[in-house]
């Protein structure tokens, strides 16, 4: 972390001394962020400014991986096309970067759930090749569900579930049952929910924030079929996705589960130290909770 406030003033006087041309475009404030704080520049452009994040691992991960990544990738991606260094002015890493239009789906809905669940299986295909050696591992994504075991109980005694509690245990335990990944590591995003894809139109319009971009297991990517899509369309998503095994669902539900409590956990505790509050938050996971429990 930083004492720096980032503020447009703050911004306004790095692009000068490191990229001038870039100088005069209008500036605006993204609500929300957390690890990074995001402003607007001009019409196409973003500044990715390091906040929260106590290392430059993930922006620095996403400059060297997105130009490999988005060019077959059927949903626009943030692309870097300039990097900020550490200054005396701020003594952190920024990024400018392609600006993906769209609403966040947290702030949003999506309405065309069945060309939504289309878009994001063909967006996932995609992006589920074999990762290269030199690829990203991360412990949080991508992994095996036993290292999340003590997460789940974390979140499980953190938020209230009431008469629904065994259930949820039982889709836990059923994930942790089932066979684990058999194929070579993919490219995996890794944090697929409400507040890092953007929806226009109805629909899913792009997908941003890699910072947890990793090579693993894609269940930690299939999970979204019940975090981000709605009611009755994980069937649809999994059909047109084509390439998820039964034990690979079964993982990718009880992930889902656990990307649920998250969600409740931060609505839970409202707005106290999260950037853009996040009290929203909760009712979204409750639903995606919902959503698992009703299965495919």
Known sequence: ?????????????????????????ALREVPGGWGNQMWRLGNELAVRIQRMDPTPELQLKERQWLPVLAPRLP?????????????????????????????????????????AADRLAGFLRALHEEAPAQAPISPSFGTHLKTCTDGFDHYLGAVALGSIADDVRAVWGDALAAPVWQGPPVWVHGDLHPANVVVSDGTLAGIVDFGALCAGD???DLAAAWVLLPDGTASRFFDAYAQADRAAIRRARGLAALKSFFLML??????????????HWGPVGRAALDRVLNGI
């Open 75 to 115: 949903l626009p991606v943030p692309t870097p096309v300039r990097f900020g260094v550490p200054s005396d002015r701020y003594p952190k890493h920024w990024t400018v970067m392609t600006w993906v239009p769209g609403e966040p789906l947290d702030h949003s809905s999506i309405s065309r759930g069945t060309h």
């Open 1 to 25: 972390m930083t004492d720096t406030e980032i503020t447009a003033d703050l911004v306004r006087g790095l692009l000068p001394e490191q990229h001038p041309d870039l100088a005069r475009l």
């Open 218 to 220: 894609p269940a930690w």
């Open 266 to 279: 931060m609505g839970q505790n409202g707005d106290r130290n999260l950037p853009g509050g996040k009290s």
